[in-house]
T-cell receptor
Framework: AQKITQTQPGMFVQEKEAVTLDCTYDTSDQSYGLFWYKQPSSGEMIFLIYQGSYDEQNATEGRYSLNFQKARKSANLVISASQLGDSAMYFCAMRGAYGGSQGNLIFGKGTKLSVKP | DTEVTQTPKHLVMGMTNKKSLKCEQHMGHRAMYWYKQKAKKPPELMFVYSYEKLSINESVPSRFSPECPNSSLLNLHLHALQPEDSALYLC??????????????FGPGTRLTVT
């Protein structure tokens, strides 16, 4: 069975500092995709970054980078230079069992990040 | 343009009402999704439409009825809901026919309250 685990219910970070949000996953598939989404209090899920299982390099998107360690089955999100607007819930997700181009997403329980001024 | 729109933003309905949630995207995506999200929980998949055909139904009660009139629109018809159906309903879309990440883009959601 596929599973995503986020062990940090809540995190605090000082503005302008970097923060790492943990994510581990479990799957027996050889090909899979990992995603991070941000959900502010307004409710919208905002796509941040994607890592494919065969990608040799860690994904980066602006201030977001994904620390992908395949052997450890971890896909941690690193946010550099935190901003007050980064305060939100962050979900790690994996392409689900249906796979393919119509695949569902399996989400972790999320980590609530609070950025302190 | 990576925008998915949803209407209404908020909806309060009684248990005997019939209402519909609407979702629209103009990104040429061929897969569209409905998720249900309870407070402080991750989203849970309800339905998937691929090329305007229902491809996945996650054992959702029949009081929820999805409809995909065309490749840009997705509706969720609601009838005889229960108070426990109160939640944030999220619509998403993704490319349906390409390899790659085909990440899902979400709308802002409809906050539904059943009284």
């Amino acid at each position: 069975a596929q599973k995503i685990t986020q062990t940090q219910p809540g995190m605090f970070v000082q503005e302008k500092e970097a923060v790492t949000l943990d994510c581990t996953y479990d799957t027996s598939d050889q090909s899979y995709g990992l995603f991070w989404y941000k959900q502010p209090s307004s409710g919208e899920m905002i796509f941040l970054i994607y890592q494919g299982s065969y990608d040799e390099q860690n994904a980066t998107e602006g201030r977001y980078s994904l620390n992908f360690q395949k052997a450890r089955k971890s896909a941690n999100l690193v946010i550099s230079a935190s901003q007050l607007g980064d305060s939100a819930m962050y979900f790690c997700a994996m392409r689900g069992a249906y796979g393919g181009s119509q695949g569902n997403l399996i989400f972790g329980k999320g980590t609530k990040l609070s950025v302190k001024p | 343009d990576t925008e998915v729109t949803q209407t209404p933003k908020h909806l309060v309905m009684g248990m005997t009402n019939k209402k519909s949630l609407k979702c629209e995207q103009h990104m040429g995506h061929r897969a569209m999704y409905w998720y249900k999200q309870k407070a402080k929980k991750p989203p849970e998949l309800m339905f998937v439409y691929s090329y305007e055909k229902l491809s996945i139904n996650e054992s959702v009660p029949s009081r929820f009825s999805p409809e995909c009139p065309n490749s840009s629109l997705l509706n969720l018809h609601l009838h005889a809901l229960q108070p426990e159906d109160s939640a944030l309903y999220l619509c998403a879309s993704s490319h349906g026919n390409t390899e790659g990440s085909y990440e899902q883009y979400f709308g802002p959601g409809t906050r539904l309250t059943v009284t």
